[in-house]
């Protein structure tokens, strides 16, 4: 790591990754598995952690956009990668010209895949992506066939090679919710008059993270899970990543930029929605919601200093936030079962996520405290913050 002390950093276990990619490989033993590193990897850095990804066997990686895929072949990796979400005009030739598994959900998607493909001189690789209930991308049950038919008569004149067919659950993060078998069913019957149209796909697949973990009967030839490959738990009904054989590979840090003594009745932050209520010892902690840190989680964010984890003492601001240490621990014996507060400085580290084995809080943590979902407390966490890599 950089010998300049950093003000707020967020550590990249690359190993973690591999351990994780290894554990779902487990959970899913014949089926390959196919990493999603989007949006940088869930806030991890794409490229570094879709190279991990490989070395610890996956065969496939994907992305959202086209761009994001294009900059990982740019980065020298190669194999196969799928990208699904395009609109009109996008970078359709770029992608077939790179290699790129292309997402196709409407005629008009697969007629500029054709075009691109034309002109590129090449065969553009397309999976056809069906709505089997989700209600985002992909193709109704109503209108599959049309577009299974124009792909086969596509192949047949040799623009573009069918490699896959493929779903997204809406509730697989919700055991038991009544929309997965719905869901499973549904994938089977498209499946199956796609392949009785002459489709031959590579790849068949549905199940993310959640799936992954819990529905064997989803794996079908690829498992797709994002954000478990992190180490991060896709919902606490599942359990958490210690539970589930994961562990999480970032951990946000922080040099505290100041300690101060207060008096009683001291307000903190903007609006004072926190006021001392006795002479007390602040820390300001440099990190705020320009860095990802949700606004959201004010009065409850938690952060590991001094051995004790500690809230955000008021409102989190763009670029600072405050916890109230407490006071100076008194002198004399420490009460029977009491912790000796450990003094903190100016430059102490504050961790303020990172892996609850370790006693530090996590994404969930946070979540929880913003009221939002541990996804976006990850991806959240924004340029201006570097990224250390270990394990590399």
């Not at 690359?14 to 779902?24: G, I, S, T």
């Not at 190279?51 to 959202?64: D, K, N, Q, S, V």
């Not at 820390?283 to 840190?293: H, K, N, S, W």
């Not at 240490?325 to 000796?340: I, R, S």
């Amino acid at each position: 790591m950089n010998e300049t002390p950093m003000r707020v950093y967020a550590e990249i276990d690359l190993d973690a990754v591999r351990e994780n990619v290894r554990a779902l490989r487990a959970r899913a033993p014949r089926s390959g598995l196919m990493a999603v590193v989007k949006a940088d990897a869930y806030g991890h850095g794409a490229v570094p952690c879709a190279r991990a990804a490989r070395e610890a066997g996956a065969t496939w990686l994907a992305t959202a956009t086209p761009d994001e895929a294009l900059a990982l072949r740019a980065a020298g990796i190669e194999g196969p990668m799928l990208c699904w979400l395009f609109t009109p005009g996008g970078p359709w030739r770029q992608a077939v010209e790179a290699d790129i598994d292309v997402s196709v959900s409407a005629l008009w998607a697969l007629n500029e895949v054709r075009a691109a493909a034309q002109a590129a001189g090449r065969v553009a690789r397309v999976q056809l992506k069906a709505d089997t209930g989700l209600g985002r991308a992909g193709c109704q049950p109503a209108e599959w066939a049309e577009l299974v038919g124009a792909a086969v008569a596509a192949q047949a004149e040799g623009t573009v090679h069918v490699t896959g067919v493929w779903s997204h659950f809406a509730c697989a993060d919700e055991p038991g919710h009544p929309s997965i078998k719905l869901q499973l069913e549904a994938f089977r019957d498209m499946l199956a008059h796609a392949e009785k149209e002459g489709i031959d796909p590579e790849v068949r697949h549905i199940a993310n993270s959640p799936a992954t973990l819990t529905l064997p009967e989803s794996h079908f030839d690829l498992v797709r899970p994002g954000l478990a490959i992190y180490g991060v738990s896709p919902a606490p009904e599942i359990g958490t990543p210690a539970q589930l054989g994961l562990r999480p590979a970032m951990t946000l840090k922080a040099s505290l930029a100041l300690v101060k003594a207060v008096p009683a009745g001291h307000g903190v932050s903007y609006g004072h929605h926190y006021v001392t209520e006795a002479g007390t010892n602040l820390a300001l902690v440099p990190a705020g919601y320009a860095d990802g840190l949700p606004r959201g989680a004010s009065g409850r964010g938690p952060v590991l200093v001094g051995g004790r984890i500690h809230r955000a003492a008021g409102r989190i601001a763009m670029d600072q936030f405050v916890i109230d240490l407490g006071p100076d621990p008194a002198p004399g014996p420490v009460p029977d079962g009491g912790a000796v507060p450990v003094p903190v400085r100016a430059g102490d580290e504050a961790v303020i996520l990172g892996d609850a084995e370790r006693g530090e809080p996590t994404a969930e943590d946070w979540a929880q405290a913003a009221h939002t979902i541990a996804y976006e407390i990850v991806t959240r966490i924004g340029g201006r913050v570097p990224r250390v890599y270990l394990g590399g």
